[in-house]
């Protein structure tokens, strides 16, 4: 994601439902194994920066949800990658193109795993 000049340092992920409060003691962590890896900085240079936390969208059973959707004409669903998102991209794309395009994928994967009505 774009930051117009400015760097984003993430790292954790927690099964907390909607709550989007930050855990003091993980920002904490996170900022410390930033500055091991990148000594150049310190602890301090992340004072008085906000700090940001985000939903990712996960499923019950971790696989992602790709496919159409019963009862919804021309719609293809494609989320549901929890952290994977960038490395599951590529191949995510080319499965929703084959599927519109096609009809049906050309890799070999069990489509009926990440189907999005299997957990109706």
């Known amino acids: 994601t774009p930051m117009g000049g400015?760097?984003?340092v993430g790292g954790t992920m927690e099964i907390c439902g909607t709550d989007l409060s930050v855990n003091p003691k993980r920002l904490q962590g996170i900022i410390e194994g930033f500055c091991k890896f990148f000594p150049a900085f310190a602890p301090d240079d992340f004072i008085g920066i906000e700090?940001?936390?985000g939903l990712?969208?996960?499923t019950p059973d971790g696989l992602p949800?790709?496919?159409s959707t019963p009862g919804l004409q021309n719609a293809t669903v494609?989320?549901?990658h929890s952290m994977l998102g960038l490395s599951l991209g590529p191949v995510t794309g080319?499965?929703?193109t084959d599927l519109v395009?096609?009809?049906k994928p050309e890799l070999e994967i069990e489509m009926p795993k990440l189907?999005?009505?299997r957990f109706v």
């Open 94 to 96: 080319k499965l929703v």
């Open 101 to 103: 395009t096609k009809g």
């Open 51 to 53: 700090p940001w936390s």
């Open 78 to 80: 494609a989320t549901g």
């Open 56 to 58: 990712r969208p996960c």
């Open 65 to 67: 949800c790709i496919g």
């Open 115 to 117: 189907a999005p009505h």
């Open 6 to 8: 400015k760097l984003r």
